[in-house]
């Protein structure tokens, strides 16, 4: 008779991997950049949009790829560090512009609340980002290569 295990289906692994801490995070930064490019397409002055599609765009394909465990099968990228990397610009972005909309804001209630949004996206950026680099320091002391002779 044939295996009739199957394998779990691509809602199956959805709902498997938003369970964990890293898709919850993930989660999180694409449902809060969603909300954000909402209040800024909303607002008077909508350029501020950019860094929230980029940021939900990023965070989307590395969902996916973590999800569907692709970075176990494509070792030629180091997905911590790119991970890393996306986290710490997002973050940096995040602040930077939610900074610049909060005060300059006046009378735009959509980008003031664009730029409350990206504040609590840039604290969930750097809280993604803390947690990165201490499994990235976790793992520097493990090497993979044998070094016996």
Known sequence: MADTAESPSFVDKLKA?????????LSVEILLSLICIICYAASLYGG???????????????FVI????????????NWLWSDLLRAGI????????????????VGDGARIAGGVF??????????DTYTLFIEL???QGRSTVSTDA
Do not use: H, P
């Open 17 to 25: 991997y938003v369970r964990t801490r890293k898709g919850t995070i």
């Open 48 to 62: 501020y949009s950019a860094v929230a599609i980029c940021e939900m765009v990023f965070a989307i394909i590395f």
């Open 137 to 139: 320091k976790s793992t």
């Open 90 to 105: 997002g973050a940096l972005l995040y602040i930077i512009t939610s900074l610049i909309c909060v005060i300059n804001g």
């Open 66 to 77: 973590f999800m569907m465990e692709l970075d176990k099968q494509l070792q030629l990228v």
């Open 118 to 127: 990206g504040l609590i996206a840039g604290i969930v950026f750097c809280y």
